[in-house]
């Protein structure tokens, strides 16, 4: 699959090596250090290069969004025409400082995203577990026990799309409904970061949706 990464942080970065190594074409863009793009692409160790988000998104199957919620409409601008295209967006509608949620509730930072981009399927995952994990949960043994990983869109196949890339990357994917869902995702997003940043273990830390009997006594 041709994975166009807008945005190449921790979080793209990490995610866009684990789906390098997991098979696929990736682009990587958007950083203010061009050799970092490149030495990500380089270092990734299979089919992958550096590009501009224009580059990342052309061909793309998917287009991973991942940047602070002030550069989203930066980003949007210079990747072009994004109809047709599923979006994966792992981007939190954080304030500057990153200390509070700026939409939530009556609406979601991914559904405020899809205005932006009409044509375009959004589909909202990787925003409810830190960075730090990904790449654990990536390399677990064959046959681990898979940890959770909740994502929300409302175009089926683009869902059926990312569920493919959440396991891909050693996630369960857990399908939570439509889009609008993303407006309970993403306060669970903070609470997951609040455990992962502010807790005693540190911050590579996942969570698990477990099914259970139900008993009446």
Request: proline letters at 5%; charged letters at 20%.
């Amino acid at each position: 699959m041709r994975i166009g990464i807008l945005g190449s942080g921790l979080m793209g970065g990490k995610l866009g090596t684990i789906l390098v190594r997991a098979g696929h074409d990736v682009v990587f863009s958007y950083s203010h250090d061009q050799a970092k793009l490149e030495r990500l692409a380089r270092d990734s160790g299979g089919v992958a290069r550096a590009g501009t988000p224009a580059d990342a998104a052309r061909d793309a199957d998917v287009v991973l969004l991942a940047v602070h919620w002030s550069r989203v409409g930066d980003v949007l601008n210079q990747a072009g025409d994004l109809k047709g295209k599923t979006v994966l967006s792992c981007s939190l509608p954080m304030n500057a400082d990153d200390s509070e949620l700026v939409i939530g509730l009556s609406s979601s930072g991914a559904e405020e995203l899809a205005k932006q981009i009409p044509g375009a399927s959004v589909v909202s995952a990787f925003n409810t577990v830190p960075s730090e994990v990904l790449f654990s949960v990536f390399e677990q043994p064959s046959g681990s026990v898979r940890p959770s990983l909740a994502y929300c869109g409302d175009v089926e196949t683009s869902k059926q799309t990312v569920a493919q890339l959440i396991r891909h990357v050693g996630f369960e994917p857990v399908d939570v409904g439509p889009l609008r869902m993303a407006r309970y995702m993403e306060p669970f997003g903070l609470l997951v970061a609040r455990i992962a940043y502010e807790g005693e273990n540190g911050p590579a830390i996942a969570y698990r949706f477990d099914e259970f009997e139900e008993r009446t006594s």
